[in-house]
Each structure stands twice: as structure tokens, then as C-alpha cells.
């Protein structure tokens, strides 16, 4: 059998975190990428010294060139500023969207058969400019959002239950940002709906939270965002590709006529599997939800709008 090859763009927080979890979890071998020199070598140095102990079976190199990115089978780009404390996502667009140009230009043409994980924010937008500078098919590029978002609007109904983090299951749509949207309606504990565990206003204070969890790490942090739960959000992504497990999952993905919308990226649940996004799922929503996600998706083209 082939050995998979992950190419993990941005030697960063991000990127280093995803390509630990890569290697624990066997997925494949991994390629760091930096402009920076010695970041991606020396991360890549000191994460293959720990195979013998952890007991992956997994090469990981570090480069600052591009053509030993070649025949990648996905390639994860968290190539770009970070924000800080009083920083929206959308305030690093400028900066982004030339880094993910350069870096879409220099690393696709050598791995044309590659999925593209976008992670550099703002992702919906950046996830586009990756698909226009790529030209891969849009099944073939996806953004980080709502595994991400949705994760955490499981970890706080789990934690305000005191149940099990596994037992929830919770669905965040919209873009990656303050408008996004968590549906309580399709989140349940244990299989039971959580509207008929916890009272309106503590669901209200949940949701909100959720919306703001990005920026809740950031102040935190003060010089940079959250790495430990997006690493996880993009292995799971890429353990589904890889896998071709046929998940179901939030991602950022280009509509075309799902939802009433089109020609923009979007959270929407998928089905992923080896061709990428095999399914969009459309959902029945009521009037408010929709109207919820008409207004994110009018905000990322807004965004858009200014690439
Ligand atoms: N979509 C999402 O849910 C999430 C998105 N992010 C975004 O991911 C990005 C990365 O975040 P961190 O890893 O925390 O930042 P970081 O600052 O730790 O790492 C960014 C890395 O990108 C590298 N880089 C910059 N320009 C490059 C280029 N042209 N080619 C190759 N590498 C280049 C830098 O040298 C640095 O190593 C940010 O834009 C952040 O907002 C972070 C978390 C979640
Ligand atoms: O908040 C940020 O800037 C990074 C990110 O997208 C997240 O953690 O959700």
C-alpha cells in the first residue's frame, strides 16, 4: 500500500500541533513547510525523535522548498498571522490573502492530486482564494470552521451537564466567525436533545460563548490563538479523507445552490471521504435559522468582496 503524504504548510502553532497528531496517530508521512528557515526542520527533527517511544512508523522532514511538497495527498495551510487580543479574524485579510496566494501558487502545482485544508483565517474567504488560485475542483478544498466550532459548543454542553464530553454531539453552521451559527436544535447528550436537559437562558449563554470561543483563547493567550483544539479539528478532517470514512462533519465548503446560496464558502455538514466533500447535506431549517446563516454567509461575502 502507498504511504499517505501530508503536507502541513506553516511550521506555526497550528501547523506543528497538526503535524504531532499526525504522526501519533499513524496517519502518514509528514512534510513541514516554512518560509522561516530552521523552524520546519528543527520542529520535524525533534517530533521524529519521538517514534521510538510513541511508535509511529511515520517520517516527518522539514523544508523550505516547495518541490519536496510533490505528490502530497493532502496539504494543510496554516501559513499566516495569527490575531491578538481586539482583532477580528477579518482584520488579517490583507496580510493573509498574499500569503495564501504566494503559498497556493508555489506548493499546489506540485501535488495536483491533492485535498487542500484551509486553516489560515479568515478561513471561508481564504478557503475561496484557494480555490480560485489552485484551481482544484471545489470538492477538493475545504476550510476549518465548524468541526472547530462545533467542538467547543460540545465541550461547554458537556461541561455545564458534568456528562461525558463523547456522549454530546452538537452542530455549529455558518462562517468561521461572531456570526456564526450553533443549532441547538440538532444537538443532543446521549441521544437526548439538549433543549430538554438545559434551560433557555443557559443555552443562550452557551451559544454565545461558542460564537466567541476564538476570541476567548485569544485573550487568554494574548499573543497569538488557539492551536490545540483546531489541530484536532483538522486531523479529524484529514483521518476521515485518509480513511475514506464517509463523515459526517461541519466544514467550510463551496455551495452551489445548497441553502439558497452560491458561489461562496460556507460551514455546512459534508460527508467527507477520499474525493474530499462527497456530500453537502441540506438541512430542513426553520425561518430564524435560515435567515441566521443568509447573514453569516452575507458577511464572508462581504469579506470576499475586498480579496
Ligand atoms: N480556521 C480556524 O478555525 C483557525 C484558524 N487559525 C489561523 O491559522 C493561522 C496560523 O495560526 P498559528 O499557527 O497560531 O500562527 P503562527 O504565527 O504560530 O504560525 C504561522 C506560521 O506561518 C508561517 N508563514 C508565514 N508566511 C508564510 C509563507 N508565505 N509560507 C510558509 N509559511 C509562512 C510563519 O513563518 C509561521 O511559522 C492564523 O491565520 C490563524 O488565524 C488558527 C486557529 C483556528
Ligand atoms: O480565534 C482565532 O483567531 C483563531 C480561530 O479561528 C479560532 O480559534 O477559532
Request: aromatic share 4%; hydrophobic share 40%; charged share 20%.
Amino acid at each position: 500500500m502507498k504511504r499517505q503524504k501530508i503536507t502541513v504548510v506553516g511550521s506555526g502553532n497550528v501547523g506543528a500541533t497538526v503535524a504531532h497528531l499526525t504522526v501519533l496517530k499513524n496517519l502518514g508521512d509528514v512534510v513541514l513547510y516554512d518560509i522561516v528557515e530552521g523552524s520546519p526542520q528543527g520542529k520535524s527533527l525533534d517530533l521524529q525523535e519521538a517514534a521510538p517511544i510513541e511508535g509511529f512508523d511515520c517520517f516527518v522532514i522539514g523544508t523550505n522548498q516547495p518541490k519536496d511538497t510533490a505528490d502530497s495527498d493532502i496539504i494543510v495551510i496554516t501559513a499566516g498571522m495569527a490575531r491578538k487580543p481586539g482583532m477580528s479574524r477579518d482584520d488579517l485579510l490583507d496580510t493573509n490573502v498574499s500569503i495564501m496566494r504566494q503559498v497556493v501558487r508555489q506548493i499546489t502545482p506540485h501535488s495536483p492530486n491533492a485535498i487542500l485544508i484551509i486553516v489560515t483565517n479568515p478561513s471561508d474567504v481564504m478557503a475561496q482564494v484557494a480555490l480560485q488560485e489552485s484551481g482544484f475542483a471545489p470538492e477538493k478544498v475545504l476550510g476549518l470552521g465548524g468541526v472547530l466550532d462545533s467542538t467547543r459548543f460540545r465541550s461547554f454542553i458537556a461541561l455545564e451537564l458534568g456528562v461525558s464530553f463523547e456522549a454530546v454531539t452538537a452542530l455549529v453552521l455558518g462562517g468561521h466567525g461572531d456570526s456564526m451559527v450553533p443549532l441547538v436544535r440538532y444537538s443532543y447528550a446521549g441521544g437526548i436533545p439538549i433543549d430538554k436537559l438545559l434551560d433557555e437562558e443557559t443555552l443562550h449563554l452557551i451559544v454565545e460563548r461558542t460564537r466567541k470561543g476564538g476570541s476567548e483563547i485569544v485573550d487568554l493567550l494574548k499573543t497569538g490563538s488557539a492551536y490545540y483544539a483546531p489541530g484536532s479539528a483538522v486531523v479529524s478532517m484529514m483521518e476521515a479523507i485518509l480513511k475514506d470514512k464517509k463523515s459526517i462533519m461541519p466544514v467550510s465548503a463551496y455551495v452551489s445552490g445548497e441553502y439558497g446560496l452560491s458561489n461562496v464558502y460556507l460551514g455546512v455538514p459534508v460527508i467527507l471521504g477520499s474525493h474530499g466533500v462527497e456530500k453537502i447535506i441540506e438541512l430542513d431549517l426553520l425561518p430564524s435559522e435560515h435567515a441566521d446563516l443568509l447573514k453569516s454567509a452575507d458577511g464572508v461575502k462581504r469579506i470576499l468582496t475586498r480579496t
